[in-house]
């Protein structure tokens, strides 16, 4: 069955400093794709960064980096230098095939970032 | 500006009554999704739209209406019918349902529904 999984609720991080947070997928549809996005107190949903499974280096935006280990089916997002409007929930989502060829995002749960000052 | 734009931002649903939440969008997307978030748990995707006088049901269409007559609208209606409707809903756009590499889901803002 296709599933994201993020196992860290909540996190914390001192401001200036760089977090990991984590997600691992499944799927055995070997055309996919890894998506993290940012849902601040507003509601709104972010597109922050994507990775395809063929790409062969692992996606960077501004801060915003994908520690992408295939092997290990995990697409961790690594934000550098947190800033306070950092502090958000953030969902890790996947596209793949399943076997009635819907190609719909499969989401996480989420993990609540707290940046303090 | 592109963007999509949900209306209302708050809304409230009287016992037995249905209610439309609007999702316009101007970045000339071909598909549109709902999805419904409830605390604690990812989005839900209620119903997603290919092109114009399309859509599909997705994981909990249930009580829940869509119409797609123009591009750029893609509008849900809550029925009486669902029984706990509170929630947030989110819609979404992208260039295609399928399509390789990104096709990347853009949001609107979101429209919290609750019950009186």
């Known amino acids: 069955a296709q599933k994201i999984t993020q196992t860290q609720p909540g996190m914390f991080v001192q401001e200036k400093e760089a977090v990991t947070l984590d997600c691992t997928y499944d799927?055995?549809?070997?055309?996919?794709?890894l998506f993290w996005y940012k849902q601040p107190s507003s509601g709104e949903m972010i597109f922050l960064i994507y990775?395809?499974?063929?790409d062969q280096q692992n996606a960077t935006e501004g801060r915003y980096s994908l520690n992408f280990q295939k092997a290990r089916k995990s697409a961790n997002l690594v934000i550098s230098a947190s800033q306070l409007g950092d502090s958000a929930m953030y969902f890790c989502?996947?596209?793949?095939?399943?076997?009635?060829?819907?190609?719909?995002?499969?989401w996480g749960l989420g993990t609540s970032l707290a940046v303090n000052p | 500006d592109g963007g999509i734009t949900q209306s209302p931002k708050y809304l409230f649903r009287k016992e037995g009554q249905n209610v439309t939440l609007s999702c316009e969008q101007n970045?000339?997307?071909?598909?549109m999704y709902w999805y419904r978030q409830d605390p604690g748990q990812g989005l839900r995707l209620i119903y997603y739209s290919q092109i114009v006088n399309d859509f599909q049901k997705g994981d909990i269409a249930e009580g829940y209406s869509v119409s797609r007559e123009k591009k750029e609208s893609f509008p849900l209606t809550v029925t009486s019918a669902q029984k706990n409707p509170t929630a947030f809903y989110l819609c979404?756009?992208?260039?295609?349902?399928?399509?390789?590499?990104?096709?990347?889901?853009?949001f609107g803002a979101g429209t919290r529904l609750s019950v009186l």
């Open positions: 979404a756009s992208s260039i295609s349902w399928t399509g390789g590499g990104k096709n990347i889901q853009y």
């Open positions: 799927t055995s549809d070997p055309s996919y794709g």
């Open positions: 989502a996947m596209r793949a095939s399943n076997a009635g060829n819907n190609r719909k995002l499969i």
């Open positions: 990775q395809g499974s063929y």
């Open positions: 970045l000339n997307h071909d598909a």
